[in-house]
């Protein structure tokens, strides 16, 4: 009896200790839990409040000393501009370096990760405009040590200091994209700004840059000159890059770099766009917890030819179009000059009719398809949607502008009929395409469709084998039973996937195509062609200053979109 006592005592108190061990599990855990599962919204009103007054603050005044760089009579010089970019990039990228060594020391600092963001193509993307923006940066730098003589080094130091950014960024980028920092938000939140705000400013004043060393100045009355093209961007060079005029270059070699980094202006574009796009999901990802992982989702060419060739012919066909475009326009011939803007007209009306037809087959198909729309909430996902429908904004304007324009004037010409075309055209184009895109990015993947495989229990006997034992049969002999594939799908499922079969490929062959085309359409405006100040339509009918402000504010976001399609399209392509 004693020792029964004894044993039940011991079982009570072994009893009591594991109870006690599990209360203080559930209550580190529940800490834990308090400490991390918090959602988005709840992620500190402080810190969300903070960085979003950081991002208001230097956009206001980074647009400010942007705009008013770009202008003579405005007393505020390009060396100011770059002084004030020079402190904005340092802190970024202390800021940047604080956080990779942080999170690669501290436990517990990047619990989650969205599978949605930074997705490998666009990571990639990254890489490769980061890469030419540092050739770029170069070029730069071989060009204004010839002006160090007098001209201010700050010219110098701020491409240096870039390409330092460009590294560190890329790199920070390429590992914590998918963060959802837990630990640090409301610091996080503001770095996080910073970063966004920063590459944005870097994105309006290369734009500025580019946009007014592409814009023609109109001859003046009193002066008329045959070479208003060339005129104007050295007015605009003297101004903005290279200060005085009298600043002779010590090397010959000036001349070439300048040339040579003007058309890598568009790729560094590109860049601060994609990295403002990640660090806004970085910044709605602080404090979110998800589960979700993901599809595991390949990219495959196969059984796709139609939609690729076709947009490569496409792609050639713009490609000679627009060299002899910009060969012919340095001509003093306005016979020859109608004529390429001609030719430029009609192949831009030929692209875009060709991606709005192959645009309504896709959106048949999705008609036709079944699948379900995704039903999660996903930041990435919500501001490729934003941004999307934003940066077509701009196209649509300058459509519209010169609609009205062309209306206005009745259309009087064969280059006034073909501009009007075109612009209409442009908007069909536009609003199918983003009703396309965005209906591809809300779809669910596909998934194959298996049939069932039944497998045999060895140890269970059927009746019909014991029917068949009864008649002399032996049950365990294998060649008395018939032989059943167990691999063959039914007739219904292969039908069913063959069914499947001929959507999906329909799907994939007009996304390559749009993707083509959209690569097309972006090479044109990004690398100097401008039908809009080389054809005076719209300009004599709202005014030089109007439509400048229309062309050099639109277009710019017009180019974005057709870059920012590619990367939506080749999502929906690999959905499909």
């Not at 627009?322 to 692209?351: A, L, P, Q």
Request: aromatic share 12%.
């Amino acid at each position: 009896m004693m020792a029964k006592d004894k044993e039940m005592e011991e079982a009570h108190l072994s009893n009591a200790a594991s109870g006690s061990d599990q209360a203080e599990t559930s209550s580190v855990s529940n800490l834990k839990l308090s400490q991390i599962d918090v959602p988005t919204k709840h992620r500190g009103n402080w810190g969300w409040m903070v960085s979003a007054l950081i991002c208001l603050n230097v956009l206001i005044l980074g647009c400010t000393l942007v705009s008013g760089s770009a202008y003579s009579n405005i007393n505020i010089t390009n060396t100011d501009l770059q002084v004030f970019l020079i402190i904005l990039i340092l802190l970024t990228a202390i800021w940047m370096v604080f956080y990779a060594i942080y999170v690669s020391k501290t436990e517990d600092a990047v619990l989650f990760k969205d599978s949605h963001a930074g997705p490998i193509w666009l990571r990639g993307g990254l890489v490769l405009f980061g890469l030419l923006s540092v050739i770029m940066d170069i070029f730069k730098i071989a060009s204004y040590v010839g002006y160090l003589h007098c001209d201010s080094g700050v010219k110098v130091a701020f491409p240096v200091v870039h390409v330092v950014f460009i590294i560190v960024q890329t790199y920070f980028l390429w590992v914590h994209a998918k963060d959802c920092a837990q630990l640090l938000r409301n610091l996080t939140c503001c770095g996080l700004m910073l970063t966004l705000s920063t590459n944005l400013v870097l994105w309006m004043a290369a734009v500025t840059e580019e946009s007014l060393h592409q814009t023609i100045i109109p001859d003046d009355p009193l002066h008329p000159s045959n070479s208003t093209k060339f005129t104007g961007r050295a007015k605009y060079i003297t101004k903005t890059t290279y200060g005085d005029s009298k600043c002779i270059c010590s090397h010959t070699s000036c001349s070439i770099f300048k040339d040579a980094y003007y058309y890598l202006y568009p790729f560094n574009i590109e860049y601060s766009l994609f990295a403002s796009t990640m660090a806004y999901v970085m910044w709605k990802n602080v404090g979110r917890v998800t589960n979700h992982h993901g599809h595991n989702i390949a990219f495959r060419l196969k059984d796709v030819f139609l939609g690729p060739a076709a947009g490569m012919l496409l792609v050639i066909a713009g490609l000679v179009t627009f060299i002899v475009y910009e060969v012919d326009m340095k001509t003093y011939n306005d016979k020859r000059r109608d004529k390429v803007v001609m030719m430029h007209f009609v192949m831009n009306i030929v692209i875009v009719v060709l991606m709005s037809i192959a645009t309504v087959m896709g959106c048949v198909i999705y008609k036709l398809d079944h699948r379900e729309h995704v039903s999660e909430k996903d930041p990435t996902r919500n501001l490729d949607v934003g941004l999307l429908v934003g940066a077509s904004l701009g196209q649509f304007v300058i459509s519209y502008f010169t609609i009205v324009a062309m209306v206005a004037t009745e259309a009087k010409g064969y280059l006034n009929g073909l501009d009007l075309a075109w612009a209409i055209f442009m908007v069909i184009q536009l609003g199918l395409q983003n009703f396309f895109i965005i209906e591809g990015m809300h779809r669910e993947p596909h998934h194959e469709v298996h049939p069932l495989v039944v497998v045999q229990n060895p140890y269970v006997i059927e009746p019909s084998k014991d029917l068949c034992s009864l008649e002399g049969g032996d049950s365990r002999d294998p060649k008395s039973s018939p032989k059943v594939s167990e691999h063959d799908p039914p007739l219904h499922n292969t039908e069913h996937r063959y069914k499947l079969a001929w959507k999906r490929r329909v799907l994939k062959e007009v996304c390559s195509f749009l993707l083509l085309g959209n690569i097309i359409l972006w090479i044109m405006p990004a690398f100097g062609a401008r039908p809009q100040f080389d054809y005076d339509a719209e300009t004599d009918f709202f005014t030089f200053d109007i439509w400048a402000a229309v062309v050099n504010v639109g277009l710019p976001f017009g180019i974005f979109y057709r870059m920012h399609s590619v990367a939506s399209l080749f999502e929906v392509f690999v959905k499909s």
